[in-house]
């Protein structure tokens, strides 16, 4: 299990089970985790300093969320990849941010499109396998500014709880040769579509981009053929 994490560090004025459900979540997430992994709450009991209820209800979180499987009087372990939740939620995004654009290109694009080049310059700075954890996180603040200038930002952390398949789908994609290259490439044309007035532009950009890691489903599923669930 990686990045041991002591109770100490665990921060006690926020409930417990809540912090040790954000530290597996994020593990999960980045693969870290990998499908198959068993948790075991003993081991994490240890890990954390923490009694048994936390972490007991730590992996009820996630398994709510469909990324653990829990096996009664036997062991939790990390789900695979749900292609079909994946999907899902790719849906949900497109819709959601498909008309976020549009409205954004019509009423703010040269603020919008402003703000969103201020971040993408950020993430132009960390577009190397060593900055893998950074870029990423640069990439959510992107498109969380698409929400939060449309004034629907309470959306946005529905869509992340959304999207747990989809993120740890992208995760295994981003380290592929020109990922990290075509991510950038289609901000750009995103940030580019909204200056520019026209909402079809940005919608088309937007669209391309979103569609982008479940494009070559076939392709990851043949690198890590153990990790996916069609």
Same mark, same amino acid.
């Not at 912090?19 to 870290?32: D, F, N, P, S, T």
């Not at 402003?114 to 603040?141: C, H, M, N, S, W």
């Not at 569609?211 to 076939?218: A, H, V």
């Given at each position: 299990?990686?990045?041991?994490?002591?109770?100490?560090?665990?921060?006690?004025?926020? !409930? %417990? *089970?809540?912090?040790?459900?954000?530290?597996?979540?994020?593990?999960?997430?980045?693969?870290?985790?990998?499908?198959?992994?068993?948790?075991?709450?003993?081991?994490?009991?240890?890990? $954390?300093?923490?009694?048994?209820? =936390?972490?007991?209800?730590?992996?009820?979180?996630?398994?709510?969320?469909?990324?653990?499987?829990?096996? =009664?009087?036997?062991?939790? %372990?990390?789900?695979?990849?749900?292609?079909?939740?994946?999907?899902?939620?790719q849906f949900l995004r497109l819709s959601i941010e498909l008309e976020a654009v549009r409205r954004l290109t019509e009423v703010a694009p040269a603020k919008t499109a402003a703000e969103?080049?201020?971040?993408? *310059?950020? !993430?132009?700075? %960390?577009?190397? =396998?060593?900055?893998?954890?950074? $870029?990423?996180?640069?990439?959510?603040?992107?498109? #969380?500014?698409?929400?939060?200038?449309?004034?629907?930002? !309470?959306?946005?952390?529905?869509?992340?709880? !959304?999207?747990?398949?989809?993120?740890?789908? #992208?995760?295994?994609?981003?380290?592929?040769?020109?990922?990290?290259?075509?991510?950038? *490439?289609?901000?750009?044309?995103?940030?580019?579509?909204?200056?520019?007035?026209?909402?079809?532009?940005?919608?088309? *950009?937007?669209?391309?981009?979103?569609?982008?890691?479940?494009?070559?489903?076939?392709?990851?599923?043949?690198?890590?053929?153990?990790?996916?669930? %069609?």
């Amino acid at each position: 299990m990686s990045g041991m994490i002591r109770g100490g560090q665990l921060d006690r004025s926020r !409930q %417990v *089970a809540l912090q040790v459900h954000e530290i597996l979540r994020e593990r999960i997430l980045k693969v870290e985790l990998v499908p198959g992994t068993v948790l075991s709450r003993a081991s994490l009991q240890l890990e $954390f300093g923490v009694s048994q209820t =936390p972490v007991r209800d730590a992996l009820m979180r996630l398994q709510e969320e469909g990324i653990v499987d829990v096996y =009664p009087q036997y062991a939790t %372990v990390v789900a695979k990849i749900d292609i079909d939740h994946a999907r899902q939620a790719q849906f949900l995004r497109l819709s959601i941010e498909l008309e976020a654009v549009r409205r954004l290109t019509e009423v703010a694009p040269a603020k919008t499109a402003a703000e969103l080049g201020e971040i993408l *310059a950020k !993430q132009k700075t %960390v577009a190397t =396998p060593e900055t893998y954890d950074t $870029f990423d996180g640069i990439d959510r603040e992107f498109h #969380r500014k698409l929400y939060e200038r449309s004034g629907i930002l !309470q959306l946005w952390a529905n869509v992340r709880r !959304q999207s747990v398949h989809l993120d740890r789908l #992208r995760r295994l994609n981003l380290p592929m040769p020109g990922k990290m290259q075509m991510v950038i *490439a289609d901000h750009e044309a995103i940030v580019e579509g909204i200056a520019s007035g026209k909402p079809e532009v940005a919608a088309a *950009a937007l669209k391309k981009h979103l569609s982008g890691t479940l494009s070559i489903i076939d392709v990851i599923s043949a690198e890590f053929p153990d990790y996916i669930r %069609v």
